[in-house]
């Protein structure tokens, strides 16, 4: 009996301790301003005044009317099309080649130096995404940056002063390529830790019965890695709804006639800028149901599949 | 590396059969594999190369002659970047709040997951989603009101409101993280020490927690590539320069944008921003790779 009070006192101390108390922060710090922003969009709040004017849905049908924030929109959603198709694109080529790229016959492999390009390609997503954003603003310098430096050198004149980030045809595609940029290591990184789960037997039997890296890779590793991918569009897609960093430090204004503006950069000026704190709140709600909107299709489309995924952010739990 | 050998299988009899003298295809696939792999290798380390480039030339190297190697190599741009453009005060807040909220992150994350992989209480599964729910919400809906959060609680601009931040915000993936290695550790081993008198506490600390060695470090080091790399977090809520950290003073930089900028100071900063986590990728390469893969595909 008493041992048994004892260890009930033992188990409801470590239960509080354990994990009452870290809840609370996470409650106080994560939780609730979720909560709370929900609510702060329903009022005009200036975040400086005392009272918070309520106005129920007005926020939202400014929003509505609002020309900037509807170009922000559709940018964002442009980022959540084109950054996952060309990221996931080129990181799976690349995860096929470095594991069952190399030679038709003989064993199952991937290309000579795999560990070498695969330690190469991670490299970028340990990079600061500001400095990542730095470095490449200043690569895609008119005069002095490297990437008009090295298209001149190779004999294409018409790129002496061509400025990247400020034309409206190209600052949204050269914006999504250092994200690119970024990116495609971390998700070829997973990738291949998929195809590594494919069974070692499976592979050597298809190779047996005259398979080549072609057909290995459309009619084992596609379809076997079909989930992973699903799972990983789940992760980039939530990330590019988020992104804030690359585009900031490439075009903090926006980029020309805000060709590079996303819903992120017009939450974060109007809430410091502007100080108009009840709309960024309606407009991070708004952020967050095209988030719950995507992640939902996504998983009633993987459901459909039937191969179901948790979403687990990657990005080293703070993003 | 073995895959050199050329000789031709006996026939096709064998299990795995060896590989034969490469044909023209074999060949011309194996020319195009490597030049997509090399050209994309040269993507990602040419910039960087002359980000280091760069950051030894004066700004009027830069762009007199952007690709020159600079005149004479010296440290200057380094200097200037550590003591005028607030780089060396920056690094210090920066290891201060990203080892304080490593450390926290840890403690209280594993902490958690072990309460939640092992006990089973009133709540639990709610408890759960909440945690999970934290992952999935965009972080920019929390942000905005955790402002006047963090300013109610007097902790706005300092550096123990950013470590505590940090740690909150870091503390659903490490809990996420962990479960999954606290409920494979078997559970004999923790009635056995119950039975020997040991209390849960101590269970805790002394076996479990050294059980999921592994998995603790490789959360350590995803959450310290993570931190030390973040940005938005810092940017809303560490308004005083004084404690500003790394990121901070690059996107300053970045806003200054303009003939004023010291450019030479400005590449010196961003390598000094990246050499600590490419020391920790280099070193650990494999684990970090691993722990990916590991934590985020379910």
Not at chain 1, 168 to 189: D, L, Q, S
Not at chain 2, 36 to 55: D, G, N
Not at chain 2, 118 to 123: A, I, N, Q, S, V
Not at chain 2, 152 to 177: C, D, E, H, K, Q
Request: charged share 10%.
């Amino acid at each position: 009996m008493l041992r048994r009070r004892r260890l009930d006192l033992d188990r409801a101390s470590l239960l509080i301790v354990f994990l009452l108390l870290p809840f609370s922060l996470y409650a106080v710090m994560v939780l609730w301003p979720f909560v709370q922003a929900v609510s702060y969009s329903l009022t005009s709040w200036s975040g400086f005044s005392p009272d918070k004017p309520f106005i129920g849905l007005d926020n939202y049908t400014e929003l509505l009317g609002d020309e900037t924030f509807r170009t922000a929109v559709r940018n964002s959603l442009v980022l959540l099309v084109v950054l996952p198709i060309v990221t996931l694109g080129i990181a799976f080529a690349f995860a096929v080649l470095v594991t069952v790229g190399g030679p038709s016959a003989g064993g199952v492999r991937g290309v000579r130096g795999s560990a070498f390009y695969r330690v190469v390609s991670f490299f970028p997503y340990v990079i600061p995404a500001i400095v990542v954003g730095l470095v490449w603003a200043q690569a895609y310098d008119p005069n002095s940056g490297l990437l008009n430096g090295v298209l001149t050198n190779a004999g294409l004149d018409q790129f002496e002063a061509y400025a990247w980030l400020g034309e409206k045809r190209t600052a949204m595609a050269a914006t999504i390529g250092v994200a690119v940029w970024g990116m495609v290591g971390f998700y070829m990184v997973l990738f291949i830790a998929a195809i590594q789960g494919i069974d070692r037997e499976v592979l050597e039997a298809a190779r047996l019965d005259g398979a080549g890296r072609v057909r290995i890779s459309r009619s084992i590793v596609a379809p076997y890695l079909a989930g992973s991918v699903r799972a990983a569009y789940i992760y980039i897609g939530i990330f590019a709804l988020d992104c804030f960093v690359y585009v900031q430090a490439l075009n903090s204004t926006g980029g020309p006639d805000n060709s590079t503006l996303v819903i992120t950069q017009q939450i974060y000026t109007t809430a410091f800028t502007k100080g108009d704190f009840g709309k960024a709140c309606a407009m991070g709600v708004v952020l967050a149901l095209l988030t719950f909107a995507f992640v939902g299709i996504l998983q009633l489309v993987s459901r459909i599949r039937s191969r179901g995924t948790t979403p687990v952010t990657p990005m080293g739990g703070v993003r | 590396m073995s895959q050199t050998t050329m000789t031709r299988p006996a026939g096709e009899t064998r299990r795995v059969p060896r590989r034969p003298a490469a044909g023209s295809g074999d060949r011309r696939a194996a020319v195009a594999s490597h030049t997509v792999l090399s050209v994309w290798s040269l993507v990602v380390l040419v910039p960087l190369l002359w980000t280091v480039l760069q950051s030894f030339k004066t700004s009027a190297e830069i762009f007199e002659s952007p690709f020159a190697l600079p005149s004479r190599w010296s440290f200057d741009n380094y200097v200037s970047a550590w003591t005028t453009a607030g780089i060396g005060s920056y690094f210090l807040n920066t290891v201060i709040v990203v080892g304080c909220a490593l450390f926290l992150t840890m403690l209280l994350g594993s902490m958690s997951a072990y309460a939640l992989a092992r006990f089973d209480f009133p709540g639990r599964a709610v408890v759960r989603q909440l945690i999970l729910a934290g992952l999935t919400f965009p972080i920019f809906l929390a942000v905005v009101p955790l402002f006047f959060v963090l300013q109610g609680m007097g902790l706005l601009g300092t550096l123990p409101g950013l470590i505590l931040t940090y740690t909150a915000f870091a503390y659903p993936f490490t809990v996420f993280f962990l479960i999954a290695y606290f409920e494979e550790l078997p559970g004999e081993i923790a009635e056995a020490a119950a039975i020997d008198g040991a209390s849960e506490w101590r269970t805790f600390f002394q076996i479990m927690l050294p059980m999921a060695r592994p998995g603790m470090a490789s959360v350590a080091i995803l959450n310290f590539v993570g931190l030390w790399n973040q940005f938005l977090l810092p940017l809303v809520l560490n308004t005083d320069q004084t404690k500003w950290v790394l990121t901070q003073g690059m996107a300053a930089f970045a806003s200054s944008a303009g003939y004023s900028v010291d450019f030479g100071a400005l590449f010196a900063g961003a390598v000094m921003t990246i050499v600590p986590v490419l020391v920790v990728y280099v070193v650990f390469q494999r684990r970090l790779q691993g722990s990916v893969a590991q934590g985020s595909l379910k």
